[in-house]
Nanobody, 115 residues
Framework: QVQLVESGGGLVRPGGSLGLSCAVS????????VGWYRQAPGNERELVAD???????NYAESVKGRFTISRDNAKNTVYLQMNSLKSEDTGVYYC?????????WGQGTPVTVSS
C-alpha cells in the first residue's frame, strides 16, 4: 500500500510563506502524477497543484503565481512552496499520487493563514 506523509503545515500570517513536503513510500516516477489538494472548512476538497511524470505542472487559478510545486525523484518527495499567503488559503493540505484512475492520499497537514 502506498504511503504518503505530509509535513510543514502550521500557522502563518497573511503575506507570509510556508513550504510543504510529502514523502512517498514508492518510487514517484511510477505515478502518472503527484500533487496537492486542500480542503477548507465546509468546502469540498480542491486541487491546488500537481506535476506529472514529465514534469508538467498544473495549478488552480487561485494559486497561480504564488505557489510552486516541485518534485525530487531521488528522494521520492513532492514539495509545495506557498508564498504571499492569504486567509482563503487556510485548510488541510493533502498530498496525493495517481496511477491511471487510482489515487492515494496522505493524512493531511493543516495550514492556517491568520493575523
Amino acid at each position: 500500500q502506498v504511503q504518503l506523509v505530509e509535513s510543514g503545515g502550521g500557522l502563518v500570517r497573511p503575506g507570509g510563506s510556508l513550504g510543504l513536503s510529502c514523502a512517498v513510500s514508492e518510487n514517484i516516477i511510477n505515478f502518472n502524477a503527484v500533487g496537492w489538494y486542500r480542503q477548507a472548512p465546509g468546502n469540498e476538497r480542491e486541487l491546488v497543484a500537481d506535476i506529472n511524470v514529465g514534469g508538467v505542472t498544473n495549478y488552480a487559478e487561485s494559486v497561480k503565481g504564488r505557489f510552486t510545486i516541485s518534485r525530487d525523484n531521488a528522494k521520492n518527495t513532492v514539495y509545495l512552496q506557498m508564498n504571499s499567503l492569504k486567509s482563503e488559503d487556510t485548510g488541510v493540505y493533502y498530498c496525493y499520487s495517481r496511477i491511471l484512475r487510482s489515487k492515494y492520499w496522505g493524512q493531511g497537514t493543516p495550514v492556517t493563514v491568520s493575523s
